[in-house]
């Protein structure tokens, strides 16, 4: 990727450690006042309307949302952007009933996994475990690749020192303060990108007024708003099933549905959360049918950036660099407290030793982050990974949290239905190319199926993975 080259490497790299540095010794100086297991795990179940609604908005929204939606729109039209705008916040919405009934019929619970072990038993209990853990950290490696891979393209900044300034940074004050640190800095990231964020969209829509706008896209680009284009509604469709599905089995957010002060509160925060992140990721998304409309050469990921930064404004630059960090930072703090969790609260019922399990926990978070570290400076694209993720937890939402609303599914049945639904799922997740998949191309020739099938795979394959094992349900 080119880099724009409109701020200087030494400027980038000084305004990156002085953000991370200010989040650091904000989480640390807060966070001594709060000690014990029960802050770290849980912020003492403590936590008010502002700071949970700042927390969650911030934790949902990292810098994907920088490139996502805009890309997804390039291709998938306007169903994509609503579809990924409902899909991002839906979840929040669904935890209104779900967070409720999880601190009333388990009031001591820490982490999602933690109710599934108690409620199915171990087996099923690591197979979710492994899902879970396995998601965030993709979602880790996302989150460190997109902003080094931003600071490159405005800079020229090398990829492994922006990646190593923010994952250092956040291990520092994530590992030592916890969800009370985290919940913090979020308020605080949670102001500033806000801030930020319409002042972005204020100077986009003034540069392209006369663009912004459906007129302009259905003028030029007609297609991404029709009806009878598929990619609208298939578009839509997989990135609602998929950003929904992997985000109910996000730790993060079950910790702040613990962390809520009461049920109130934690409805109340919810329901905001949910308003504001729609109409972000919404706008985000449509800059996509913009920049393409405008462009239809235009690099998929950078389509917000080629509207905005059009006129190579160092203010805009600054602005940006500033936004990349916090959403990254507030995501990046949630994920690595979120893994912390699991494996303090349930890793003692895998590993079975005799220690520290907050010693072991960071020593496990410092190997992911390792990992994290040397892929993100590689930069390279790990979408493929994220939609493999994406597919497991398809393969489970349904079955995993209807089993609260009823007996008839036991661990046997679960166990099998996930099984079930990821096998199928596999099928027909496509190729790295996207052009077959196991089944279609693979197994069996294209010509044997309908154009829509096998230009549907990714589409297919999460709609089979996530309902298909609802036949499972009754086998005794």
């Known amino acids: 990727m080119q880099s724009l080259n409109i701020l200087d490497q030494t400027s980038s790299i000084l305004l990156t450690f002085f953000l991370c540095f200010l989040f650091v010794v904000t989480g640390i100086f807060y966070s001594k006042?709060?000690?014990?297991?029960?802050?770290?795990?849980?912020?003492?179940r403590n936590i008010g309307t502002f700071s949970?609604?700042?927390?969650?908005?911030?934790?949902?929204l990292g810098a994907w949302i920088l490139f996502g939606p805009a890309s997804a729109a390039t291709w998938g039209g306007v169903g994509a952007v609503i579809g990924y705008a409902i899909g991002a916040a839906f979840p929040l919405y669904?935890?209104?009933?779900?967070?409720?009934?999880?601190?009333?019929?388990?009031?001591?619970?820490?982490?999602?996994?933690?109710?599934?072990?108690?409620?199915?038993?171990?087996?099923?209990?690591?197979?979710?475990?492994?899902?879970?853990?396995?998601?965030?950290?993709?979602?880790?490696?996302?989150?460190?690749?997109?902003?080094s891979i931003l600071i490159n393209y405005i800079s020229g900044t090398s990829l492994w020192i922006t990646a190593l300034i923010v994952i250092t940074s956040s291990l520092i004050y994530t590992l030592y303060g916890g969800l009370r640190a985290s919940i913090f800095t979020d308020s605080v990231q949670f102001v500033i990108f806000l801030i930020l964020l319409i002042i972005s969209f204020s100077y986009l829509i003034s540069f392209n007024s006369a663009e912004f706008s459906f007129d302009y896209i259905k003028m030029n680009k007609p297609h991404l708003l029709s009806s009878n284009y598929m990619p609208n509604f298939t578009a839509g469709l997989t990135f609602f099933i998929a950003v929904a599905a992997t985000n109910l089995f996000h730790q993060g957010n079950w910790q702040r549905?613990?962390?809520?002060?009461?049920n109130d509160i934690l409805k109340k925060s919810l329901f905001?959360?949910?308003?504001?992140?729609?109409?972000?990721?919404?706008?985000?998304?449509?800059?996509?049918?913009?920049?393409?409309?405008?462009?239809?050469?235009?690099?998929?990921?950078?389509?917000?950036?080629?509207?905005?930064?059009?006129?190579?404004?160092?203010?805009?630059?600054?602005?940006?660099?500033?936004?990349?960090?916090?959403?990254?930072?507030?995501?990046?703090?949630?994920?690595?407290?979120?893994?912390?969790?699991?494996?303090?609260?349930?890793?003692?019922?895998?590993?079975?030793l005799k220690s520290n399990y907050s010693k072991i926990s960071n020593y496990i978070i410092l190997l992911i982050s390792l990992v994290v570290f040397i892929v993100a400076s590689k930069g390279l694209s790990i979408l493929y990974l994220f939609l493999l993720a994406d597919l497991l937890c398809c393969s489970a939402v349904l079955?995993?949290?209807?089993?609260?609303?009823?007996?008839?599914?036991?661990?046997?049945?679960?166990?099998?239905?996930?099984?079930?639904?990821?096998a199928i799922g596999l099928l027909f997740f496509p190729s790295p190319d996207?052009?077959?998949?196991?089944?279609?191309?693979?197994?069996l020739p294209i010509d044997f199926f309908p154009d829509f099938i096998s230009q549907s795979l990714l589409f297919l394959s999460f709609l089979l993975a996530t309902f298909v094992p609802i036949i499972t349900w009754k086998i005794k």
Do not use: C, H
């Open 272 to 352: 905001f959360s949910f308003l504001i992140i729609i109409p972000i990721v919404f706008i985000m998304g449509f800059t996509g049918l913009v920049a393409v409309s405008a462009n239809s050469s235009v690099v998929p990921d950078l389509a917000f950036f080629s509207l905005l930064l059009g006129k190579e404004l160092i203010f805009l630059s600054l602005i940006i660099i500033i936004l990349a960090i916090s959403l990254t930072v507030s995501s990046i703090d949630t994920l690595i407290n979120a893994i912390s969790s699991l494996i303090i609260v349930d890793g003692k019922k895998i590993l079975k």
């Open 33 to 44: 006042k709060y000690k014990g297991l029960n802050n770290y795990l849980v912020a003492n």
């Open 94 to 147: 669904i935890l209104i009933y779900l967070g409720q009934k999880f601190r009333i019929l388990y009031p001591k619970a820490r982490t999602i996994i933690e109710v599934i072990r108690i409620k199915f038993g171990n087996k099923l209990f690591k197979l979710i475990l492994f899902l879970s853990i396995f998601y965030m950290t993709i979602f880790l490696i996302a989150e460190v690749t997109a902003v």
């Open 52 to 60: 949970l609604t700042a927390s969650l908005v911030s934790s949902a």
């Open 434 to 443: 996207f052009s077959k998949s196991i089944l279609i191309g693979i197994l």
């Open 257 to 262: 549905v613990y962390a809520a002060k009461n």
């Open 399 to 422: 079955t995993i949290f209807y089993s609260f609303y009823t007996k008839s599914i036991n661990e046997k049945n679960a166990y099998i239905s996930i099984i079930l639904g990821l």
